[in-house]
RNA sequence: GGGGGCGUAGCUCAGUUUGGUUAGAGCACUCGACUGUCACUCGAGAGGUCGCGGGUUCGAGCCCCGUCGCUCCCGCCA
């Protein structure tokens, strides 16, 4: 039916008579001649349509086919003369002179552009997802697909020659109470109770390894009931690793070769062999944050010890208090006015911080609240020059920390320190196993239940779990979390014990929850561990789209609907009795479960 | 759950500041002209629930209240 693509004719075509298929990009109609350029997932393409070489109804049809329209047509590839070459084109130097042309599937006016002109905004992207059909026709999204294929493949292949095997987890799975919110399935056959769909496949691929399939991997669907952001839809896909008879660095190897060769298919060829590495808590106390972008300083200091001679009440009852006085220097920040320091510190305050105190040098003298209480011990301590803001937060850590992270990060922006070509790829290590509630004293994972704390930290402090680290490492791009994993635990007995340090204490009730992963660690485990990339994300970055709804082709919209199909929708009332299910009306009269 | 932005022709937008005649433009669409265009050009035409509901007013695209949708962010995402 085709001879060729239409996007790879070239002047060695020329004399060839081809045949052609794809859709109507536009047309233009001369009287006398008519073009057409013709597009398929390769490229344009000019049909040409004269008199001396079409005939009449294969004329007239040319000159009324619709935009959009599918057509299958034969002719001959001839050169353009110099001057009619459109450098512009992949084809430019050719074009088809068209014997023989057929609209096979005519198209009804399309809701929204495919063909743009230049400096055209894009459709509002509700009516982009709402006429998908449509939207995926155009280039960037097809090349963005297009990418995200051959993103997939060099992935399989690489875990494929590092002996990988790729293992299939089921979609209908066991609800689990924690972490993110589940998607339920109601069973049929069996009333009133239900599936979940997967957050992740974790607890599959470690019983993998309990069975001895050493290597595994798998391209992964996962579903979270949450809320969306432009960097997160309720359904996604990761690139799922679990390994036996290995250590944290084996992961971390492994990792780096499979980003690398995802990088150089996207054309980046100078990603390092090794990342760079920080401790979370290094991570924390010089970022504030536990996926720091490197590609600019403007690193968190300490100067509590500055401020411990001062007689200044903010500070002052602070560091009484145990807290700490950390801050950043801004060097030109001096020249910002009072209104745009006043958004840094609604930033900070944004994130829990009180306040933000501001100190500024120019022309020697300092000015700020602070000012007048600066010895001169403390003026050499901070080593201010012309220009520079500092700006400080007197509180605890989990406070100050989130503050100067937003504030770092905006400043970095206003300053313009950030390189858009450089790529800082980091391993964050030894993130803490647990998180302390600052009021209830409850501990909640950090990571999951199922990581391994560090040996050390356990013997060392029995009876502080808060104090030990976790055997787990994320690998962060430009403050962008690629992806995460650990070493898991594998004796039975120290995940009973994780169990009841997150509060399921009871064994019956570890049973019930996680009884299929505790007896298949009893019935013989192997040190294992693993990773997982969140793949839209990666797509994401290697294809410069600003969302991930830019390289999924149905992604669901921020309310997580599809706005194509319409899924969500109400199941009428004899669909819901067979799976034992009745609705009820919420206040607004719209039907809810 | 909370905060910000947007919603006017098939698409992109102007009009909203200060309420006032028949709501405009470009592209797309329909018809006509045109033998080298490539965002073809030129002429004519058709096309509107100003997201939806209510209110204020002699009069509402514009003001007020509510609501829906899309989007960005916070919470949330072990």
Avoid at 70 to 78: K, Q
Avoid at 191 to 197: D, M, Q, S, V
Avoid at 240 to 263: N, P, V
Avoid at 301 to 306: C, G, I, W
Wanted: some cysteine.
């Amino acid at each position: 039916m085709r001879s060729d693509p239409c996007g790879l004719l070239r002047r060695a075509d020329v004399g060839r008579t081809v045949q052609l298929g794809g859709w109507v990009h536009r047309s233009r109609d001369l009287g006398g001649l008519v073009f057409i350029d013709l597009r398929d997932r390769t490229g344009l393409l000019q049909l040409a349509f004269g008199p001396a070489w079409s005939a009449v109804e294969v004329q007239q049809l040319a000159a009324s086919v619709g935009v959009e329209s599918v057509i299958l047509c034969e002719g001959e590839v001839v050169a353009r003369e110099p001057e009619r070459v459109n450098p512009e084109m992949g084809t430019g130097e050719v074009e088809v002179r068209v014997t023989s042309f057929r609209v096979v599937g005519p198209a009804v006016t399309p809701a929204l552009p495919v063909a743009r002109g230049r400096g055209e905004k894009m459709p509002a992207e509700e009516l982009r997802l709402r006429h998908r059909y449509l939207d995926l026709r155009r280039p960037e999204l097809q090349e963005n697909l297009v990418l995200r294929h051959r993103l997939l493949q060099v992935s399989r292949r690489f875990l494929t020659d590092h002996g990988y095997l790729e293992l299939e987890t089921p979609i209908l799975t066991k609800p689990t109470p924690e972490g993110a919110r589940d998607y339920l399935v109601p069973s049929r056959v069996h009333p009133g109770e239900f599936y979940a769909l997967p957050q992740s496949p974790q607890i599959y691929k470690q019983l993998f390894m309990c069975c001895g399939f050493d290597r595994y991997f798998q391209i992964a669907r996962c579903f979270r009931d949450e809320d969306l952001r432009a960097d997160r839809q309720p359904e996604f896909t990761q690139i799922d690793i679990e390994a036996s008879f290995i250590e944290r660095q084996d992961i971390m190897t492994l990792a780096e070769g499979l980003i690398g060769s995802m990088w150089r298919e996207a054309g980046h060829h100078d990603v390092p062999a090794q990342f760079e590495r920080m401790t979370y808590a290094d991570a924390m106390e010089f970022y504030g944050c536990d996926r720091p972008d490197l590609r600019y300083e403007l690193r968190i200091r300490d100067y509590s010890s500055v401020f411990a001679s001062l007689d200044f009440a903010v500070t002052k009852t602070a560091l009484a208090n145990g807290a700490r006085v950390r801050g950043i220097v801004l060097p030109g920040g001096g020249a910002w006015s009072r209104k745009q320091v006043d958004e840094l510190e609604a930033l900070a305050k944004g994130a829990g911080a009180g306040g933000l105190l501001r100190l500024r040098k120019a022309d020697g003298e300092y000015d700020g609240p602070l000012a007048k209480f600066l010895t001169d011990d403390a003026k050499a301590a901070l080593a201010l020059n012309d220009g520079d803001l500092a700006l400080f937060v007197a509180a605890a850590d989990r406070v100050s920390s989130p503050a100067l992270d937003r504030v770092r990060q905006e400043c970095a922006r206003r300053l313009e320190l950030i390189d858009d070509k450089a790529q800082r790829f980091l391993w964050v290590l030894d993130f803490p196993m647990f998180e302390e509630d600052p009021e209830t004293g409850a501990l909640a994972a950090v990571h999951h239940p199922f990581t391994a704390p560090h040996a050390d930290d356990m013997a060392a402090y029995p009876d502080e779990p808060a104090r030990w680290r976790a055997l787990a490492y994320d690998v962060v791009l430009n403050g962008t979390e690629l992806g995460g994993g650990s070493i898991r635990t594998s004796d039975p007995a120290t995940q009973s014990r994780m169990f009841a340090l997150l509060g399921i204490g009871d064994a019956e009730e570890q049973e019930r929850r996680f009884g299929f992963l505790l007896e298949g660690l009893r019935a013989g485990a192997p040190p294992h561990g693993g990773i997982a990339f969140g793949f839209d994300r990666i797509a994401m970055l290697l294809s410069g789209a600003t969302s991930l709804r830019d390289v999924i082709a149905f992604p669901k919209t921020t309310a997580a609907r599809s706005l194509y199909e319409g899924a969500p929708v109400a199941v009428p009332a004899e669909d819901l009795a067979q799976l034992h299910i009745s609705v009820r009306e919420s206040r607004a009269g719209s039907i809810r479960e």
